[in-house]
Structures are given as C-alpha cells and as structure tokens.
C-alpha cells in the first residue's frame, strides 16, 4: 500500500510540475509576444486557466464514480459473504 502511495505521490508531483512548466512556458510567450495585443493575451490567458479548471473537474468526477463504484462492489462482497455464512450454518433436517 505504502509503494502505491509513493507512486501515486511520485505521478501528481510529475504532473504538478509538467503544468507549472506549461504554464510558465505560456506566460514568457504572451510576455515577449509584441504582436498580439493584451486583450488577446489575456483571453489566452482565460482560455488556459477554465480549460485546467475543467480538466480538474473531470478527473474530480472520475474518481468520485470510480470510489462510489468501489464502495458498492465491497458492500456487495460482504453481503454474499454473510448470505453465504448464513446459509452455511443453517441445520439441515436430512438426519
């Protein structure tokens, strides 16, 4: 459990660093960018961010169904697993 955390940890600093990057990246272009004027600069700049804000969402969501989903499979495991043990210790009027 604990290898998969360091590896989860590992993939979001990965991808943490990948969008600081990015966004760095973008930044220096609209900075040294003379051509396009600040209206457009700054609707790029809008653009970027509601696009990483809904990418987030999306990936928030996804792991919320795929948790709910989970949960379910393992309250229904401990259901047949009851419903079995039940069955098993009932007496049976064969003798």
Excluded: C, H
Aim: hydrophobic letters at 40%.
């Amino acid at each position: 459990m604990s290898n998969m955390r360091n590896e989860n940890a590992l993939i979001t600093n990965l991808n943490i660093a990948g969008v600081v990057i990015a966004y760095g990246m973008l930044g220096i272009s609209l900075w040294l960018s003379t051509d396009v004027p600040l209206s457009t600069k700054g609707y790029w700049g809008m653009g970027i961010l509601l696009l990483t804000l809904s990418l987030i969402n999306v990936v928030k969501y996804r792991f919320d169904i795929r948790q709910s989903e989970d949960r379910i499979r393992r309250i229904e495991d401990i259901r047949n697993e009851r419903m079995l043990e039940d069955a098993l210790k009932e007496p049976t009027s064969e003798g």
